[in-house]
């Protein structure tokens, strides 16, 4: 099995298996110099880690990373900076419950990757998933912690706008009470209506979707390439390859087709120093493939968890009829721990482009910045 590695020059391969005995990632093009330690890794781990509420799975992993190589102690400061070689980072799984899917060892379920897998491979783990677990996101997590190293100045922040059917008011949105409830959520009274619907779907057995928003603040203009290096379409890629996601939209995104043309033009004077000052921001930061200066905003889908305590129609190896009920601790919404794995993408890609552009064009940001 290829392609378990994203990035051009800030390069991530992650590796392991939900039910392994670790699961890890390797760090390949960080400059070195940078100041890194496992606890700033970890701080990242414990906003994604399972088992923190009773909306996410209840698997109880500590999450704790260890740092194998690509580091070394600093003479002046006795704190760790990265060599400059590859950087390879290691989570031990101490919570696996593999009987837990010991049923479904030669059922397909329905909306998971078995068939799939089984019809390219000839084989699946069917503990968990496998490499096709979201148990592997752990790892693109730890990486957007050393992304986040090299890029100055940059915030990067997420949070959930709806689960389900229900929607945020975006007019009370507050990045400050993010952190402060169970599912990332910048507004706190539809936070307490999530609770209560949330409550139910998972008494039920059942599972609901929900979508994401992270955005980059503080991004320098210029990052992004025509024709095939575009930094949104590196950006759809990387929301893409997370676990159960199903639409990415860049700014305005599909609400774009409704708008009339000078609607969706963003709009521009010049400020007091000549530089552009942008009246809005529907192209979400990127046109023409190039940041704009302005914040990145990125959203994605998440589909409902396909693990069920209901029963859903699926078929065996044998091509046998059966109706399936997956066992074991599974999120009744598995898009609230993908918030901090957004973040880490939209880290790790535009890190690989900050290197990028500056090795194309010998500066860190473009003259007019």
Known sequence: ???????????????????????????????????????????????????????????????????????????????????????????????????????????????????????????????????????????????????????????????????????????????????????????PQTAERWATYLDGIRKAGSSVGAVVEVVAEGVPVGLGAPVYGKLDQDLAAAMMSINAVKGVEIGAGFEAARLRGEENADAMRAGPDGRPVFLSNRAGGILGGISTGQPIVVRFAVKPTSSLLVPVQGITRRGENVDIVTKGRHDPCVGIRA???????????????????????????????
């Open 1 to 187: 099995m290829s392609h378990n590695t994203f990035g051009h020059l800030f390069r991530v391969t992650t590796w392991g298996e939900s039910h392994g005995p670790a699961i890890g990632c390797v760090v390949d093009g960080c400059p070195p110099g940078l100041p890194i330690s496992a606890a700033e890794i970890q701080a990242e781990l414990d906003r994604r880690r399972p088992g923190q509420s009773r909306y996410t799975t209840q698997r109880r992993e500590p999450d704790e990373v260890r740092i194998l190589s690509g580091v070394f102690e600093d003479d002046e400061t006795g704190g760790l900076v990265t060599t400059g070689t590859p950087i390879a980072l290691q989570i031990d799984n101490v919570d696996q419950r593999s009987k837990d899917y010991s049923e479904i060892r030669d059922r397909y379920r329905p909306g998971h990757a078995d068939y799939t897998y089984d019809a390219k491979y000839g084989l699946r783990d069917y503990r968990g998933g496998g490499r096709s677990s979201a148990r592997e996101t752990a790892m693109r997590v730890a990486a957007g912690a050393i992304a986040r190293k090299l890029l100055p100045g940059v915030s990067i922040r997420g949070a959930l706008v709806s689960i389900g059917e229900i929607d945020i008011d975006r007019a009370a949105w507050d990045w400050d009470v993010v952190e402060k409830n169970p599912f990332f959520c910048p507004d």
């Open 339 to 369: 918030v901090p794995v957004g973040e880490a993408m939209l880290a790790i890609v535009l890190a690989d482009h900050y290197l990028r552009h500056r090795a194309q064009t010998g500066s860190e940001s473009t003259s007019r910045t």
